[in-house]
């Protein structure tokens, strides 16, 4: 099956600090990653939706120069949190969609997740 | 306005039994639909799925019914196992675009 990883699984920083969550696609190639975070017992909200070789798309209330999103392959995408806050912290999980038409048109497969502990 | 919903925040069942959790939508253009699990601190997990020109979609113990005209669908797990204790999400989305999450549902099976 499609398989998503992230790196790191867990990070601490400093308030003021950025910090790079990678997301790859391993054995699929992702033309499409989505970037969720999760707060506690609540829903995923979408973040950003980025195709390769594009701009992101960020959503509503989402500060884009804050959460820096680059999809420079059909493998990679990362998310840099800029000059990190303590309500920066929460679970951040990337997904991924394969090239259509495929098995996976319409499914996106889910990274294991980053959680983020600014200080 | 939440488009997705699942009104139960939380279901216990007992080992065996039938688990069923539903989940509703207000958008008649969601056409595509997935139930994910998801345990902490884990990234969600899909589980099945199913589109709107079927109104039942099963694999093994899952199986989703979808109800277009109440703009409801449902995941039943038979037989639950203890392993299926997890909190479960229903994402729908129009023509296999951007899916839109419900708040999900914690299962918990009991022994």
């Known amino acids: 099956g499609a398989v998503v990883s992230q790196h790191p699984s867990w990070v601490i920083c400093k308030s003021g600090t950025s910090v790079k969550i990678e997301c790859r696609s391993l054995?699929?190639?992702?033309?499409?990653m989505f970037w969720y975070r999760q707060f506690p017992k609540q829903s995923l909200m979408l973040m950003a939706t980025s195709n390769e070789g594009s701009k992101a798309t960020y959503e509503q209330g989402v500060e884009k120069d804050k959460f820096l999103i680059n999809h420079a392959s059909l493998t990679l995408s990362t998310l840099t949190v800029t000059s990190a806050h303590p309500e920066d912290s929460s679970f951040y999980i990337c997904?991924?969609?394969?090239?259509?038409?495929?098995?996976?048109?319409?499914?996106?497969?889910f990274g294991p997740g980053t959680r983020l502990t600014v200080t | 306005d939440q488009q997705v919903k699942q009104n139960s925040p939380s279901l216990s069942v007992q080992e065996g039994r039938i688990s069923i959790l539903n989940c509703d939508y207000t958008?008649?253009?969601?056409?595509?639909f997935l139930w994910y699990k998801k345990y902490p601190a884990e990234g969600p997990t899909f589980l099945i799925s199913i589109s709107s020109i079927k109104d039942k979609n099963e694999d093994g113990r899952f199986t989703v019914f979808l109800n277009k005209s109440a703009k409801h669908l449902s995941l039943h797990i038979v037989p639950s196992q203890p392993g299926d204790s997890a909190v479960y999400f229903c994402a729908a989305s129009a023509g296999g675009q951007n899916f839109v999450f419900g708040p999900g549902t914690r299962l918990s099976v009991l022994p």
């Open positions: 997904s991924a969609r394969g090239r259509a038409p495929t098995s996976w048109t319409y499914e996106q497969y």
């Open positions: 958008n008649s253009m969601f056409d595509y």
């Open positions: 054995d699929f190639q992702a033309t499409t």
